[in-house]
């Protein structure tokens, strides 16, 4: 009698004690995935001093005190705005050239707000910047990398401080999507003016901007994202005409 009470007994407790193991490995779990979160939260919310530890150092010596350091801190003076008088946007340019090139590479959320096909922007502006499918992200990324130092007109664009929206409209693009005439001549004066500009003095019917063809869209020739390339060329084989932006003249130096 007493043997089966103590069996039973027994029994109960090492009942017990796997319901409250298993129990504490499940909150141990629980804790574990609650960290991820935590960490995937973190992650899409970092701040500037979240790599650079002296973050007032990387700041122009005359700029205000800012407020935190994150790019929510930066919005309110550095707003983007498109019209006729701005030709570049310094602190926009610098700070995508400093974190999309081949060395650097950051991932894009972590100053922007983004989930995929949703809207796409800038924490604390209510402007959005397009909307944005994961495809269209990995695209978005090697174009900016390609801004940021390749061989093409973007990347010539890109060290004279100007950003893919002053050239887009104020939106990110779709990928078929392309540049007017007069969004190139708003910084690049009149066709009248290039013409003027690119005469030859020895042969004055040689000009690329004043051709027997007429008026011809500036991207036929002047490519954003591949090699730019002289039409001209096509027919005239033996014309010496250069482009900015030739990817084989560019890579071979």
């Not at 402007?127 to 978005?140: C, N, R, W």
């Not at 003095?201 to 591949?226: E, M, Q, Y």
Request: hydrophobic fraction near 35%; include cysteine.
């Amino acid at each position: 009698m007493i043997q089966r009470t103590l069996l039973v007994l027994f029994s109960g407790l090492l009942i017990l004690f796997f319901y409250f193991s298993m129990h504490s490995f499940a909150g141990a779990e629980t804790a574990t995935v609650g960290k991820k979160k935590e960490s995937s939260v973190k992650a899409s919310r970092q701040t500037c001093a979240s790599c650079h530890a002296d973050f007032k150092s990387m700041l122009p010596t005359a700029h205000p005190p800012v407020k935190g350091s994150s790019i929510i801190a930066c919005v309110p003076c550095h707003k983007y705005s498109k019209n006729e008088n701005q030709k570049s946007n310094t602190f926009s340019a610098k700070l995508h050239r400093a974190h999309t090139n081949a060395n650097t590479s950051v991932d894009c959320v972590v100053c922007h707000s983004w989930k995929p096909g949703s809207r796409f922007s800038v924490p604390g502006s209510s402007k959005s910047l397009g909307v944005l499918s994961a495809d269209d992200m990995k695209l978005e990324q090697s174009i900016f990398a390609s801004w940021s130092g390749g061989p093409y007109l973007d990347s010539i664009h890109g060290k004279a401080n100007v950003v893919c929206l002053q050239c887009h409209g104020g939106v990110i693009p779709q990928p078929d999507t392309t540049v007017e005439n007069g969004v190139c001549l708003e910084c690049h004066g009149t066709l009248e003016g290039l013409a003027k500009k690119t005469e030859p003095k020895d042969f004055a019917d040689r000009n690329p901007h004043k051709s027997h063809l007429g008026d011809i869209n500036c991207v036929v020739c002047h490519k954003g994202h591949t090699a730019s390339t002289v039409i001209c060329l096509d027919c005239h084989k033996k014309f010496n005409m250069k482009i900015k932006g030739e990817a084989a003249s560019e890579q071979n130096r």
